[in-house]
T-cell receptor, first 109, second 113 residues
């Protein structure tokens, strides 16, 4: 069973709308959690990285939250743009690194 | 801005043939990773190097896959013989250390026919 579960598997929203992607993990011990954006046919690009003591971090229109007690993280995208269409991957590091399967976001005009 | 370079971008081969992928990490990055990503899934770690030493290759199918980083800089991943199930994106990433952000290359898309 994967130790990092992401939901939803895919999501379609209209341009300008907000959305929230979820990441639940069971990785222990916990070191940090990262969100990556992966455009089709490209390598992942880091959006945010959070350690145990951080519960929110922003990068432009992207805001990540972390609840280390419940082992949940979310990535909120504000005022979505067509260029936000991509897969968003949650990666949790502990003794090793565990990747989620990603959420495929499609932003339509 | 420095990038992780990978080549080729695309590779089509027949099963039982040998293929090789090359990765040049960001200058000064001691840690280098090779991942395999099947369409619709997250990357799966194949091998991790610290300088020229293998740190983790527990998920590398060693009967057909090999990886080297002889001088602790660029790296090569080889598959021999290729099988149909090897069709995937092969990603290389590097980081300054083992706990920091990984910077990914654009990947090599392998199709085995």
């Amino acid at each position: 069973k994967n130790q990092v579960e992401q939901s939803p598997q895919s999501l379609i929203i209209l341009e300008g709308k907000n959305c929230t992607l979820q990441c639940n993990y069971t990785v222990s011990p916990f070191s940090n959690l990262r969100w990556y954006k992966q455009d089709t046919g490209r390598g992942p690009v880091s959006l945010t990285i959070m350690t145990f003591s951080e519960n929110t971090k922003s990068n432009g229109r992207y805001t990540a939250t972390l609840d280390a007690d419940t082992k949940q993280s979310s990535l909120h995208i504000t005022a979505s743009q067509l260029s936000d269409s991509a897969s968003y991957i949650c990666v949790v590091s502990g003794a090793d690194m565990r990747f989620g399967a990603g959420t495929r976001l499609t932003v339509k005009p | 801005e420095a990038e992780v370079a990978q080549s080729p971008r695309y590779k089509i081969t027949e099963k039982s043939q040998a293929v090789a992928f090359w990765c040049d990490p960001i200058s000064g990055h001691a840690t280098l990773y090779w991942y395999r990503q099947i369409l619709g899934q997250g990357p799966e770690l194949l091998v991790q190097f610290q300088d020229e030493s293998v740190v983790d290759d527990s998920q590398l199918p060693k009967d057909r896959f090999s990886a080297e980083r002889l001088k602790g800089v660029d790296s090569t991943l080889k598959i021999q013989p290729a099988e149909l199930g090897d069709s995937a994106m092969y990603l290389c990433a590097s980081s300054p250390g083992t706990a920091g952000i990984q910077y990914f290359g654009a990947g090599t898309r392998l199709s085995v026919l």
